[in-house]
Every structure is written in C-alpha cells, then in structure tokens.
C-alpha cells in the first residue's frame, strides 16, 4: 500500500513551449505542472526557476557599459549587493558566467558577449513596443531606425536627419552605418525601419524613393599635380592608383569608375583596402594614391587634401540616392519620415508616353 505522503507530479497538457514574456518575465519550456494531493485536491503551481527577468537583463547591459557592478548600481541609485544578486541569478538561469569578475571591475566573458548581443536586442525589441503602443496613430512620438552605407558628414542625409529631428523632437530616432548586405537584412527582420543609400537595392519585399544625387569627387594629396586643376576628367586617372574601401559605397564608385573607362589598359589601378572611409583619407594625404569620393564626404575635412569634381563631356558625374522601407511596416514615425522626404524631394513627373 503506498504511502499517503505519496505524491504525484502530471505535467499539464496545455503547457507551452515556446518563450513568452509575463509580468516582466521572459518564461522558457514548461513550467507549469498539476499537483495531486492526498486528498485528491489539485494545485496549479508554476515554477520560475527558468525565468528571465527583463531587469536582469537590463542590470547585465548596463554592468556591461560601466564595466563595473559598483558604477553600475551607484549610477541606477540601488545597492552594491542587490545589483551583484540580480546578476548572480542571471547568470544562473543561462548557466554560464557572463562576466570575469576582478578588482579593476568587471569584462565579459565569451559566452557573456554572446549573451549581452541577443539581450540588447530582446530590449531594443521591447522598447520599439512599447513605444510603438505608445505612439498611437499620429506619429508624434515613437521609435525610427534609420541605416545608411554613406557619409553623414555633410549633405542631404544630414540636412533631412536635422530637419526631422527638429520637427518631431518627441520621437527617439536611432542611426545605424552597416554594410547594405546586412542593412538590408536588417530590413527584412524589421530591426531598422529605412535604408537610405547610393544606388537601387532590387528586393521584392521593399519599396524605394528616388531622393537627390551627388557629384563624384577625387580626393587627392595637395601636392598632386591634378590638384591645381579645378576640374579633373576621368581620362586624366589613367596613369594613377585609385584606392578604395571594401565597404560601401566603393561598390558604386568603381562601378561608375569603370563605366567611365571602358577599355581596361585605360583604367587606372584599383587598390582595395579592408579599412573604413576615414583611413582611405589618411591614405590618400600620405601619398599612396587617389581615392573617389561622394559630395557628401566633403564635409569631414582631412589635412592634406583636397577634392576635385570629377567630368566627362557630358560634365559632372553623379550618383543617385533612394531610400527603401517595407511595404507592411505601419510605424507611424516611419510614414512621417516618408512625407518630409517625399515633401523634400518630389519625384520628376513621368515623361510625356510614360
């Protein structure tokens, strides 16, 4: 006969799976279970053994910024030990340390970067609902991401940022620079909510704007001998060396390059460097060759150089600018994003039998 102590743990049939966010709370796998008592009588008991509290995260991205607990808990107003606690659990409930604790303060761990990445973006995703909610239809307020593959430096994009930002103080506006590669997926995954850029990016799953374009520059030492000029020809970069970034834009600029220069013992020699626009600047004014730039770059200036326009016979050269949004993203701010630009740069009418 078994013992009235005896008691038997049935894992509930409509127990959930997947993860789900609950007063606070990020809950994983299954958690709940029915109880059976001695006396027949059934209790609902959830366990929170493997819940994630958003705070901690929150606690964990902030130690990670201070790169402290002690900076970190004094900036938020709580205790030392309450801050090292909530930390403590965090670390329990992933099962691995996130941080490498010493008397110079604290790092992450390997794991704990991965970590930290995914929980700045669960946050950044519970803010954007927040504000989202927030922000009703109006979209006066609200969250917009805009990412870029170009120089803010000066220009259209800086103008219509500031001009925005001005109009809509109350909206929290977010910039990222990425490769269009991974701008674009961005897109798709709806973390950024318009991409603004040189060049058409083709996707079924977006729409784009025709914006402005900008003359193509050379960028070049002031000593050159081109530098005297006020106006440089494509045919005058025969003999040079043209370097330029892996990253974008120096996609569209050799293509424009070799456009320009059909036959290949006209062009010039192309030298490609893994290095930001900045350090191609810093190379240029050393001497090591020529670089092409947008309008736009202009506005960062670099001792030792000087930029040029770039003509053929038709005269300046340039390259458009579109923006690109997802057709089924119905953020407010977005729509009013949209209209300044549309407002800004109004399409040319379509030409007579179009």
Not at 308 to 335: C, M
Request: hydrophobic residues 35%.
């Amino acid at each position: 006969m078994e013992s009235t102590e005896c008691r038997c743990l049935v894992a509930s049939s409509n127990a959930w799976k997947g993860p789900r966010v609950e007063r606070g709370f990020l809950f994983y796998g299954c958690n709940r279970t029915l109880e059976m008592t001695e006396s027949g009588r059934r209790s609902d008991r959830r366990k929170t053994s493997n819940a994630v509290d958003l705070r901690q995260l929150r606690l964990a991205v902030i130690a990670c910024d201070y790169g402290s607990f002690r900076r970190a808990a004094e900036a938020l107003s709580i205790q030392h030990t309450a801050f090292s606690r909530a930390i403590g659990q965090l670390e329990y409930l992933v099962g691995t340390s996130l941080f490498e604790r010493s008397s110079g303060g604290v790092k992450p761990t390997l794991a704990g970067r991965a970590v930290l990445r995914i929980a700045r973006s669960i946050l950044e995703q519970v803010d954007m609902l927040v504000d989202t909610g927030r922000s009703g239809d109006c979209g006066d307020t609200g969250h917009l991401v805009i990412g870029f593959f170009t120089s803010m430096s000066a220009g259209n994009l800086r103008a219509t940022i500031g001009d925005f930002k001005k109009l809509l103080p109350r909206i929290e506006l977010a910039t990222m620079e990425r490769s269009r590669f991974r701008l674009m997926t961005a897109l798709r995954n709806g973390k950024i909510d318009v991409v603004v850029g040189p060049g058409r990016l083709p996707s079924k799953d977006t729409k784009s704007l025709l914006l402005w374009s900008e003359r193509i520059l050379v960028s070049l030492p002031q000593d050159h001998c081109l530098a005297a000029r006020e106006i440089v020809y494509w045919t005058d970069l025969r003999n040079e060396k043209i370097l330029l970034s892996e990253y974008d834009p120096g996609r569209e600029l050799e293509d424009l390059l070799n456009s320009k220069l059909v036959l290949t013992d006209d062009r010039p020699r192309v030298e490609r460097h893994d290095v930001s626009r900045g350090i191609i600047k810093s190379l240029t004014s050393m001497g090591m060759g020529l670089s092409l730039v947008m309008e736009s770059d202009i506005g960062a200036s670099f001792a030792g150089l000087v930029y040029r326009e770039l003509q053929d016979g038709a005269g300046p050269s340039r390259v458009d600018f579109y923006a690109h949004w997802r057709d089924d993203n119905e953020n407010p701010a977005l729509k009013r994003f949209l209209n300044l630009l549309a407002e800004r740069y109004p399409s040319p009418p379509p030409a007579p039998g179009e």
